[in-house]
Nanobody, 128 residues
Framework: QVQLAESGGGLVQAGGSLRLSCTAS????????VGWFRQAPGKEREFVAA????????YYADSVKGRFTMARDNAKNTVYLQMNSLKPEDTAVYYCAARRGYVLGSGISNTANEYDYWGQGTQVTVSS
């Protein structure tokens, strides 16, 4: 199994930027599709972004498209979520998640139950 740990959350003013990190241990995640999800108070967990096994493809929720970007640093066994032009609506606990080492195709999914490993979450608060 793989253990995931998010970091980089915090308080930021609207319009600002933040970079979240998801660092894996136990196993490499370079061969795994990785996603980011978030959950705001009183709301269901929602998909944010995902990156494919080979990093050839990314997929973003409409609410963050054009503002958020995913990237990998395989040497650090880390996946990043660069968040720009942050809005108060982005306030949530952000979770990273990884799929199994081998899935069909790119592995990209926007469905939480298709991910096998989850981090503990990191709080992002955007003030207006």
């Amino acid at each position: 199994q793989v253990q995931l740990a998010e970091s980089g959350g915090g308080l930021v003013q609207a319009g600002g930027s933040l970079r979240l990190s998801c660092t894996a241990s136990g196993r490499t995640i370079s061969n795994r599709a990785v996603g980011w999800f978030r959950q705001a108070p009183g709301k269901e967990r929602e998909f944010v972004a995902a990156i494919s096994r080979n990093s050839a493809s990314t997929y973003y929720a409409d609410s963050v498209k054009g503002r958020f970007t995913m990237a990998r640093d395989n040497a650090k066994n880390t996946v990043y979520l660069q968040m720009n032009s942050l809005k108060p609506e982005d306030t949530a606990v952000y979770y990273c998640a990884a799929r199994r080492g081998y899935v069909l195709g790119s592995g990209i999914s926007n469905t939480a139950n298709e991910y096998d490993y989850w981090g503990q979450g990191t709080q992002v608060t955007v003030s207006s």
